[in-house]
């Protein structure tokens, strides 16, 4: 290798996301270190006869994307050719997924189950003319009598069957449902074809379990398209005994095993962080402690390249499916609640809290689900109370989603250097949606981006894929205009934040999360060769641009993963 650099970048707008912010022109590789930052006679000497030197041509070269929250194994299942896209805009109505479903209908063996994902009632024609109209197994009942079908909801929180799989899983009027879960009925009482939250684990447990071979080409899969959009690290957000039940199990303890495998064969493209996942939803504490003492956390052998960061918790619901635990109740009525075991809110609190306090006196950081503004005080309070019980010198827990964050849970999460971890592809998607479930004033206040940064918050952004798709360029925008897919109407202009800002969200910030900041997430000296390159110059595009903006190259670890550039 010499003293020569491998990989050497020209007349760019080389974006560093250093402390200043600073902006240089080229940049050298050394093996899988950066060698260089500056200008061209910073980089001159160290080229070579074998160095590959690219003109940037005035295209942008930022630290590799950190999608920071992504199912990775479930986002490969839940895309063709693994599973029907019923997703927009491929679909937008009842109607069309009908269709949908009837092709596979006629290529698929009979009795052999047809799984889907994507659907949303905020793109389906006839939900919209009449939110009350809602998915229903007579929907799919007339395309698909004999093979039984589940269609995954774009959140990953609610499942739509056909009444071919209600008889194979064995639900009917008398069917209980899982504790924080539910089966929808209609009028007459009988299941109508919907399974909220943890009555989803009826439909995992009839399916037939993935094989190793479906997980890892689903992984595959994923990497290849996380390799095309510049992402070179993410986080795997719960895999673990917890998941066996949750996206068709692409979240449980055989998933870790895969990406293990492909570490060894040399084909893991990005840089994986885990969270376990001890158990799902509505579990106790006193289960969670157990499965997580007998939790496998075997020392990987290259953790900057596959490492296990800490311990992923539910807290509560999702919004959309009124199961998020809000102050103020819902449009319609009802506050949902925490989704940990007890009778009452008391309990619950007790519940979660001591889950908490478990993981983190066992030395784990805790990444905690939790949506709705009660919720989030609760578990920051629970944060707080772990800490001053067992002082641990950065912990870095973090709140998932925390779609409403307060005041309070902003000021005890900063006091105690904690973060959250945002997802800003959800907010353009669920924007408009969201005003019939929580009203025009909360809807818009979403996820906010500049009240959690100007309150000394840890920020880091993640699509939630397969919830959305993993395009960070949509994520940047949607933070710097806060505009929504459906409508393009603005949802909450006070919390826009500025172009630098939103880039470190899904860099430092999420290098952050990672424990990571000190050898990845900007291009400095020393630093992993973690890079993105984006066709045209970010810094001055018009932000509704930026989504469009073609990644032109990915290097991971000085390794090109993804390559359009012609010298």
Sequence with gaps: ????????????????????????????????????????????????????????????????????????????????????????????????????????????????????????????????????RLPSRHDLDVVSPDHPVVLYSFSGHATWINSKALELIGIDRHTVAPPGGAIVTDESGEPAGLLHEGAQALVQNALPPLSRQERTDAVRSALATLARLGVTSYTEPG??????????????????????????????????????????????????????????????????????????????????????????????????????????????????????????????????????????DTVADAFAAAVSEHPRPDARHYVIHGDFLTAHSMKVLAEHGFGVNMNPTIKWTVADMEEEFVGTERAAYAWPYRDAIDAGVRVASGSDAPVTYPDWRQGVATMVLRESKAAGRVSGPEQRIALAEA??????????????????????????????????????????????????LTVMDGRIVHDTLRD
């Design 503 to 552: 880039i470190r969200t899904y860099t430092i910030g999420a290098a952050w999360q990672d424990f990571a900041d000190h050898w990845k997430g900007s291009l400095e000296p020393g630093k992993a060769a973690d890079l993105c390159v984006l066709d045209g110059d970010l810094l001055t595009a018009d932000p509704h641009d930026i989504p469009e903006m073609p990644v032109v």
């Design 1 to 132: 290798m010499g003293t020569h650099a491998d990989l050497v970048f020209l007349g760019g707008r080389v974006v560093t996301v250093d402390a200043e912010f600073s902006v240089a022109s080229a940049l050298a590789v050394t093996g899988g270190t950066i060698s260089a930052v500056g200008g061209r006679d910073d980089v001159a000497p160290l080229v070579g006869p074998d160095t590959r030197v690219v003109d940037l041509r005035g295209a942008t070269l930022l630290p590799g994307i950190n999608d920071s929250h992504l199912h990775a194994c479930a986002f490969g299942m839940a895309t063709p050719p693994l599973s029907l896209d019923v997703g927009h805009p491929a679909v937008s109505s009842l109607a069309d997924v009908a269709d949908t479903v009837r092709g596979a209908v006629e290529r698929v063996p009979a009795g052999q189950w047809i799984t889907g994902h994507g659907w949303d009632t905020g793109y389906l024609d006839e939900c919209l003319a009449d939110p009350s």
């Design 239 to 376: 895999l673990g005994p917890g998941g066996d039940g949750i996206m068709r199990g692409t979240l449980g303890t055989e998933t870790l095993d895969v990406y293990r495998r492909l570490l060894a064969d040399g084909e893991l493209t990005a840089r994986v962080g885990v969270l376990l996942l001890p158990t799902g939803m509505a579990s106790t504490s006193e289960e969670f402690a157990r499965v997580l003492a007998a939790a496998d956390e075997t020392g990987e052998t290259d953790p900057r390249r596959l490492a296990i960061h800490g311990v992923k918790i539910f807290a509560d619901g999702i919004v959309p499916n009124k199961t998020a635990w809000m102050h103020e109740p819902y449009v319609g009525g009802g506050c949902g609640s925490l989704c940990v075991g007890g009778e009452s809110d008391d309990e619950r609190i007790t519940e979660i809290r001591s889950m908490i306090r478990h993981a983190h006196a066992a030395g784990h950081q805790l990444g905690v689900h939790v949506t709705g503004d009660r919720a989030i």
